[in-house]
C-alpha cells in the first residue's frame, strides 16, 4: 500500500491498537516482520500509521499475536478496509487538521458524550453563537477563514447519534456576544432538547460541594469501549485520547458528572429561568 504523509486520528489509532497486540504477544517488530514475509521497515510503516494493511494481513497479524477477541479483530479489519472519502475532506488544506480529525471521530462514534463548562458544546451551538466564539480566537481569523470555520461546524451538526451533554449553568449565562444572540442559544438548546436522540443535563450554580466538572471532554463511544477516544481540547489543538487506563477514568469521572446534574426535565427549566432572565 502506498505511503502516506498524514495519517488521520483513526488511521493511527489502528496504528496504535495494532502495536499494543504486538507488545502484548512479547513480539519485537522484527519478529512480526518474520512472520508476515515483510522487512521490518513495512511493520513500522503500519504501526506509525504511515501506511494501511490489508483484511487478510491484520487478521493473520492478530493470530500470530494470539488475539482471540473476534469482535475486537473485526473492529479493527473494519477500520482498516474502509475507503469512505467523509465530507470532512472537502476542508482538507483549508483548516487544521485536528478540525478533520474530530469530524472523523465523530462521523464513526456510536455515541457522544460531553461535559461544557465555558461555552455551549459546539454540536449544538447556532450559527451566532459560534461567530462570536471563533471570532475570539487569538490570532484572529481572515473572513474567509471564519466563514469556512462557521460551515465546517454547521456540518458537524448534522449527526443521529445518541448524544448526551452536561452543561455548566456558567456555559448557559455567559454572552459570547449579546442578549439576543444568548436568547437564541437558549432557545436552540430547548428545541434541541426535544430531539429523541439528544439529553441535556445541567449543573447549577447552587450545587453544594460539586469539583468535579473542571474541564471540558468530549467522550466518543467506539464499536468497542477499548476503541473509545476522549478529546481534550488545548490551545495547540485537541488531544485525543484512548489509553484503558485513561478511558476509565474518564468514564467514571462523566458518571460522576451525569449522577450530579439535574435531570432533563429541570435542566430545561432551568434554561427557561435563564432565558426570562434576557
Known amino acids: 500500500m502506498p505511503t502516506r504523509r ?52 491484520l487478521r493473520r497479524l492478530a493470530a500470530h499475536y494470539a488475539c482471540t477477541d473476534e469482535e475486537f479483530v473485526d473492529a479493527l479489519v473494519a477500520m482498516a478496509t474502509d475507503r469512505t472519502r ?43 453563537y459560534s461567530r462570536a466564539v471563533f471570532s475570539s480566537r487569538l490570532p484572529e481569523l481572515t473572513p474567509d477563514e471564519l466563514e469556512l470555520r462557521i460551515e465546517h461546524r454547521k456540518a458537524r451538526q448534522q449527526f443521529d447519534i445518541p448524544y448526551e451533554a452536561v452543561i455548566h449553568e456558567a456555559a448557559l449565562r455567559i454572552r459570547v456576544s449579546d442578549r439576543a444572540t444568548s436568547r437564541a442559544q437558549l432557545a436552540r438548546l430547548l428545541e434541541l432538547s426535544e430531539a429523541p436522540h439528544i439529553t441535556l443535563r445541567a449543573i447549577p450554580f447552587d450545587l453544594d460541594g460539586f469539583a ?61 429561568a435563564l432565558a426570562k432572565e434576557l
Not at 15 to 39: N, W, Y
Not at 96 to 116: G, I, K, N, W
Open 6 to 57: 498524514e495519517p488521520t486520528a483513526r488511521q493511527l489509532r489502528l496504528a496504535t491498537e495494532l502495536r499494543k497486540l504486538r507488545e502484548a504477544a512479547g513480539l519485537t517488530a522484527r519478529q512480526a516482520a518474520a512472520m508476515l514475509g515483510v522487512s521490518n521497515v513495512q511493520i513500522s510503516q503500519i504501526e506509525s500509521g504511515l501506511s494501511g494493511v490489508s483484511e487478510q494481513r
Open 86 to 128: 467523509g465530507w470532512w475532506e472537502e476542508y482538507r488544506g483549508l483548516l487544521p487538521t485536528s478540525f478533520l480529525d474530530l469530524s472523523e471521530l465523530e462521523h464513526h462514534a456510536c455515541f457522544l458524550r460531553h461535559v461544557a463548562i465555558l461555552y455551549v458544546p459546539g454540536l449544538l451551538q447556532t450559527e451566532d
Open 212 to 272: 468535579m466538572a473542571s474541564s471540558t471532554m468530549t467522550y466518543a463511544g467506539g464499536p468497542l469501549p477499548k476503541l473509545d477516544t476522549v478529546v481534550r481540547d488545548a490551545l495547540h489543538g485537541s488531544n485525543f485520547i484512548d489509553s484503558e487506563a485513561q478511558l476509565n477514568t474518564y468514564r467514571t469521572s462523566f458518571h460522576k458528572v451525569e449522577g450530579a446534574s439535574l435531570a432533563p426535565g429541570r435542566t430545561r427549566d432551568l434554561i427557561h
